[in-house]
């Protein structure tokens, strides 16, 4: 089976709001072994919905079509009317649905809908009513010869609430696509870790590929062919797949979770272990990130923001000699910062971030872009030099997600190094 994603608004063809309902779907689709051959984006316009409709109906390979957006009610939510053109049908009202509609929008708004939500009652002739339990606009399933047509709403929640309607559609696909799990790395380089591989990828099946993806800090690896292999070919990726985790299990944080940031959570809600953080170039935002996972009030014990040079000695006792002999960017600071938090939360861990966001500030000998970051656990400490490049928020980011790597890394192998 394979399979196409036709989203609708302008505001995602011109990229004023960035798309997420296509890779949730893809990604959603992949899992069930479902290429998605096609996604394509069109204003709200009605012309352009129906030439790409008409262009997806034709392809013959294509069993399984989701159109996302513009079931609204106003003027520009024109999907149902170009639906229904397409495929030669007329708009039927469902009061049911109707009736659906106004106990939803009183239950948010605790008021009648308006005249012109009406219309999102409207389904073409034939077609099965998806009820929505998170917004107003139903959806609706359209068989077409041997296609189903799912029409769906583009919030992305609603996407997410409606992908059960599509999953119970396609419960037994024929796959047409191979993937087997993701490896979510850090700490490793995209070419050093294709290097490392090679001798673990002489031994693939003929038609099965690596894929590399380098995603800010972090490499996704995965096996994947355009066709469902043997049984003896499936046993063989796995016993290779198997290799590659215990090869890099120090560096492997998909073990544990699927973020960085719940990884290392996990690793110290293990070990019981604590975390404190003192920033000042990423202004809280490592905090943030490790304060985002669930039940991190049991590792994470308090976060600085000291973002200048006094709040360094104020709050964290570093001396102004020593910011004004080294600069207030250097290593000196960043191993300070990460010792002195530690201390002064009562935890195990410390970490300090010191560094140039830009885009001024930045000088011939420490440019913008330069960071480092300094780790304190007990009698261990260690200070790391970064020189990141892109935009303040790109560098801020990356100096977080490095932060992240290296913790990760220091738990992981402390843990190995310990029979854990």
Not at 87 to 96: A, I
Not at 102 to 116: A, L, T, V
Not at 163 to 170: A, C, G, L, T
Not at 364 to 373: D, M, N, R, T
């Amino acid at each position: 089976m394979r399979a196409a994603i036709l989203c609708i608004g302008t505001e995602l063809s011109t990229n004023l709001v960035k798309d997420s309902n296509a890779e949730f779907l893809r990604n959603k689709l992949l899992d069930k072994g479902i290429l998605t051959e096609y996604t394509m984006f069109v204003p709200d316009d009605k012309e352009a919905i129906i030439q790409a409709l008409r262009f997806l109906i034709q392809k013959e390979e294509l069993r399984l079509v989701v159109v996302s957006g513009g079931l609204g009610p106003t003027e520009d939510d024109i999907t149902r009317e170009a639906v229904a053109e397409t495929l030669k049908r007329e708009l039927v009202f469902l009061p049911q649905a109707w009736e659906e509609i106004r106990k939803i929008y009183f239950s948010i708004r605790k008021k009648e809908p308006s005249e012109n939500n009406k219309k999102q009652a409207l389904i073409p002739q034939g077609a099965l009513m998806l009820q929505n339990r998170v917004g107003t606009a139903p959806g609706f399933l359209i068989q077409e010869g041997d296609k189903k047509i799912f029409v769906i709403p583009g919030v992305p929640q609603e996407v997410e609430f409606f992908w059960h309607y599509i999953d119970e559609q396609i419960s037994n696909p024929q796959p047409s696509f191979f993937k087997t799990e993701t490896l979510k790395l850090c700490a490793i380089g995209e070419s050093e870790l294709a290097s490392q591989l090679q001798d673990f990828l002489v031994d693939l099946p003929s038609g099965i590929s690596p894929a590399f993806i380098p995603r800010s800090g972090e490499i996704w690896f995965y096996l994947y062919a355009f066709r469902n292999p043997l049984p003896e070919e499936n046993q063989k990726v796995q016993q290779i797949l198997e290799s590659i985790k215990q090869r890099f299990k120090d560096r492997l944080f998909s073990t544990y979770a699927d973020t960085l940031e719940e990884a290392v959570g996990q690793l110290l809600r293990e070990h019981r272990l604590t975390i404190a953080t003192a920033e000042s170039c990423t202004g809280g935002l490592l905090a943030n990130r490790i304060t985002n996972v669930p039940g991190s009030s049991t590792y994470f014990k308090r976060g600085y923001v000291v973002y200048s040079n006094q709040s360094k000695a104020d709050d964290l006792n570093v001396p102004l000699a020593v910011i004004h002999r080294h600069g207030a960017v250097s290593e000196e600071v960043a191993s300070l910062l990460a010792q002195n938090v530690a201390q002064r939360a009562g935890s195990d861990i410390g970490v300090g971030i010191t560094g140039i966001a830009g885009p001024g500030g930045g000088s011939e000998l420490k440019p913008v872009g330069l960071v480092y970051i300094g780790i304190s656990w007990g009698k261990h400490l260690e200070v790391h030099r970064y020189q990141f490049h892109g935009a303040r928020t790109t560098i801020k980011f990356r100096t977080t997600q490095e932060a992240l790597s290296q913790l990760f890394l220091l738990l992981s192998k402390r843990c190995l190094d310990n029979g854990e």
